[in-house]
């Protein structure tokens, strides 16, 4: 039996200027055991997606099941299953960390869980913390604290969303490091959304693409990276790129990605460079990675004119 | 524990951490009234004959800091908890909708009871009414606070920010208490007002209270109970209806 299984999900927000299908018969299976990354753009669905399974909203049409449980029939059986991390970095003011971590506890009608709590405490870096106010601590520290509520009925589904977004390199390691043991150690099913794609590269072992709310690619990632281009051409430039070039390329600032398969391809774009009298500095060949599979697949290379805007926007 | 327990418990917890600015203060608000309304009017206002102005006000008072101390709890933990966005703490957990119902009106109960009981203890001084009925003091206060509580989740559901629970509070709590005969007896009141006040649920709940401490009131305490029992039954109704249908708290 699969852990979590999507079984044509719709979803359709309804608003005065037309509606908006934010997912459109979304169809697939997490295994128990898996590290499952879900990724997408902003505007993809990927957060409607989890909400439903969370129970935070309710599908169009399909349905969400997670070790056989439905989550709105059975929504008990569900939640009892599953651990989420939320996106934003929300706390409750009025207590301290170790208070919220024995009211999360009792609302799953855990008694006594302070060995486990002390367990979450120590393995997220928060023992010394069990006594502040949720408002005294960083950011950082929050969102531990949000992995650590999300993890007291020991779940054997944990689900984060975003987890990382806005979250300094030291804690990412130790983050990443509990959960991979807790997916090692106890099999716990993990179901990641996230937009660092050399994480999901890195963790997950299936991956799941979103587009405009329908699944583009849903493959193993050894799979998914072996589709891509297997070379890409990076250099830096201060012109701008003819319509063709620009078209396919994946451009950061200075920095323009190009796929280049073969010796053929590299010398066709350096011989357009070179007739339209463009400098190319810092020339390089590398191999694809997980991002150029998904620029391909998304088709979000095409940039939009205000990128760096759309960057931190909620996804609906 | 129970789910139920644990919320149950945290709802308390809540508003005990803020316990001067949620029970102190409306304590304080209270003998305020009392010691200027009581000054202002005693000897010059004899209600039912023979009770002196300030006893008829004490229970008034109690009864109306109950009230709006019930609605205050559970509104202002819902609407915080939206804004807060914290809320959603619950939302992943399986409380079932009559968990909900039973915890934050049950935390709505305990803070009516807790500042009503400061506020008769610390009034005491000023004035001692007769309890003749007990039991009757018990069950309004109970009623009335569950009543206020179950209101106050369905504004808190219902609002969407601080301004629109402060309307909702001002605009119909506000007036649907003062106007409900805490300060006066509807018998002193032009007939068509008095008929108007039949209409008022609140003033059911403070009369019928009232009738514990002096045995006397403007109606029967079985009407009272009856309607305060029927508006309760409606009120938790709809409030169990909004929380399983997860009004404008599950998309």
């Known amino acids: 039996m699969p852990a979590v299984s999507f079984q044509h999900v719709s979803k359709i927000f309804p608003s005065p200027r037309g509606d908006l299908h934010a997912l459109k018969d979304v169809s697939f299976d997490v295994q128990p055991g898996e590290f499952f990354g879900l990724l997408g753009p902003n505007g993809a669905g990927k957060t409607t997606l989890i909400s439903i399974l969370a129970g935070l909203t309710r599908a169009s049409s399909g349905r969400v099941l997670v070790h056989g449980k439905d989550v709105q029939a059975d929504y008990q059986a569900a939640r009892r299953q599953l651990g989420v991390v939320p996106q934003e970095l929300v706390f409750d003011p009025f207590f301290n960390v170790r208070e919220a971590l024995r009211f999360q506890s009792g609302y799953f009608g855990i008694r006594h869980n302070e060995a486990w709590i002390n367990e979450l405490l120590d393995g997220l870096g928060l023992a010394d913390k069990a006594g502040s106010n949720m408002r005294q601590l960083s950011g950082g520290m929050k969102r531990r604290v949000l992995i650590a509520q999300a993890l007291v009925h020991k779940p054997p589904v944990i689900v984060l969303d975003e987890p990382t977004a806005g979250v300094d390199v030291e804690l990412r390691q130790t983050l990443w490091q509990f959960i991979s043991d807790l997916n090692k150690r106890l099999g716990s099913t993990v179901l990641l959304t996230t937009h660092y794609l050399e994480e999901a590269e890195a963790l997950c072992g299936r991956l799941a693409m979103l587009k405009q709310g329908q699944v583009v690619a849903l493959e193993s990632t050894s799979v998914l990276l072996a589709r891509a281009a297997s070379n890409v051409l990076r250099f830096k430039t201060d012109a701008t790129l003819p319509p063709e070039l620009a078209a396919q390329a994946r451009i950061t600032g200075r920095v323009v990605q190009l796929p280049a398969n073969d010796a053929h391809a590299v010398e066709r774009v350096l011989a357009r460079l070179r007739e339209l009298g463009v400098v190319a500095q810092d020339i390089e060949i590398r191999k694809a990675d997980l991002e150029d599979v998904f620029l391909e697949l998304t088709g979000s290379h095409v940039r939009p004119a205000t990128p760096v805007l759309a960057l931190d926007e909620v996804d609906v | ?251």
């Open chain 2, 1 to 251: 524990m129970s789910g139920w327990q644990a919320l149950f418990y945290k709802e308390i917890l809540r508003f005990w951490k803020v316990g001067f600015q949620t029970v102190a203060a409306p304590v304080i608000t209270a003998i305020l009234y009392l010691m200027i309304f009581g000054h202002v009017l005693e000897g010059r206002v004899q209600v039912y004959g023979t009770v002196g102005y300030t006893a008829f006000l004490l229970p008034g008072l109690v009864m109306m800091s109950v009230l709006q101390n019930a609605f205050a709890n559970s509104s202002s933990s819902m609407v915080q908890s939206k804004v807060m966005g914290n809320l959603v703490f619950l939302l992943l957990t399986p409380l079932s909708h009559r968990a909900w119902f039973v915890a934050y009106v049950g935390s709505s109960v305990v803070r009516g009871l807790a500042v009503g009981s400061g506020v008769m203890l610390a009034t005491w001084w000023f004035a001692q009414p007769s309890l003749v009925a007990p039991l009757w003091i018990v069950v309004f206060a109970v009623l009335g606070a569950a009543l206020l509580g179950a209101l106050g989740l369905i504004a808190g559901l219902w609002a969407e920010k601080f301004d629109q629970m402060a309307a909702f509070q001002n605009f119909i709590i506000m007036p649907m208490t003062f106007l409900s005969g805490v300060f006066y007896s509807i018998h002193s009141l032009p007939e068509f007002w008095q008929q108007v006040s039949h209409l008022n649920p609140f003033f059911y709940m403070i009369d019928g209270f009232r009738y514990g401490f002096f045995g006397v009131s403007d109606v029967s305490p079985w009407l009272s109970l009856s309607i305060v029992g029927v508006a309760l039954a409606g009120v938790s109704a709809l409030a169990l209806y909004l929380l399983r249908t997860g009004y404008k708290i599950r998309h």
